[in-house]
């Protein structure tokens, strides 16, 4: 593809993600609060909370949501506690779809903790981004979330086109992603000390696996600019309001939006 991938082949990268994820999945919630120094969850609230899930008009109209490369749960559960506590609406159905069945099952089994409400609306479904089950219907969600699962998928433009094809007209592609700090070059200096310094060694100490770690932070490295990813969103139909997404973090991450017209 032309979008820095040209040494791997798509499904030596597929294979290689899926390792990754396999490895990692039973540490993966505690690396994340470390790589981040808990930063990850910010951004997350704020992902959530700019979503507004739940918020219908009226109030408790049903919602159909598909969180993508939903993991162990991070944003699914946060959706749903927000559309039943913040909104209270308790007609929201989240989907919470993974490649990887040892990261669903590990999003499945922390969904027992939840209340019984929260978990009635939850559900799993092991799924490739690229090639969408048919049980999701064309047309058929108000929402589809992607939360740093974007920059593993071998195919963007092809995970694009079927979230495109899955929305109903009106409905909301959001993706949070880690992005580019290149406005700010002496906090990219610190950023890149830290992520290809530290992180690897983090993962080496506390996981025991430098290797998935270093793939993460060079995964990091090739994904598009802000504008760039924006305008991959756009050639796939979408329609973005302004410049089309917000940093976080001077960069770190970025939230990007369209709307399926
Ligand atoms: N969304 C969660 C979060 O924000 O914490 C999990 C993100 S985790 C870094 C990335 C996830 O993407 C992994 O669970 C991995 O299995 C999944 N993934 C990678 N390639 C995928 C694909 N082609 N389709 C669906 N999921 C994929």
């Keep these: 593809t032309h979008f820095g991938y040209e040494t791997v082949t798509e499904s030596e990268k597929q294979q290689r993600v899926a390792g990754v994820f396999t490895s990692v999945a039973e540490s993966y919630d505690k690396m994340n609060d470390l790589m981040s120094l808990g930063v990850h969850r910010l951004w997350k609230d704020h992902f959530v909370s700019s979503l507004n899930p739940g918020a219908t008009t009226p109030i408790g109209q049903p919602q159909t949501i598909l969180d993508v490369a939903g993991g162990t749960g991070d944003i699914a559960f946060r959706m749903q506690q927000h559309a039943q506590s913040y909104n209270s609406n308790p007609n929201v159905k989240i989907i919470v779809s993974d490649i990887n069945p040892d990261m669903l099952a590990v999003g499945r089994q922390r969904s027992l903790a939840l209340p019984a409400t929260h978990q009635a609306n939850l559900s799993f479904l092991e799924a490739n981004a690229e090639v969408l ?129």
């Excluded at 992520?195 to 506390?206: K, M």
């Excluded at 090739?222 to 305008?231: G, L």
């Design 133 to 261: 089950p048919p049980k999701i219907e064309d047309n058929s969600l108000d929402l589809y979330t992607v939360s740093f699962g974007i920059r593993n998928f071998s195919n963007i433009p092809a995970a694009l086109r079927e979230a495109h094809r899955v929305l109903k007209p009106g409905g909301v592609f959001a993706c949070l992603e880690f992005s580019k700090v290149d406005k700010y070059p002496l906090f990219n200096a610190f950023y890149k000390q830290w992520s290809f310094g530290a992180i690897p060694l983090i993962g080496q100490l506390v996981a025991g696996d430098r290797d998935s770690y270093q793939y993460l932070v060079e995964s990091i490295e090739r994904f598009p600019s802000q504008e760039n990813f924006r305008d991959m969103i756009v050639d796939a139909g979408f329609e973005v309001a302004g410049k089309g997404y917000e940093d976080l973090t001077g960069g770190i991450a970025a939230i990007h939006r369209g709307i399926k017209p």
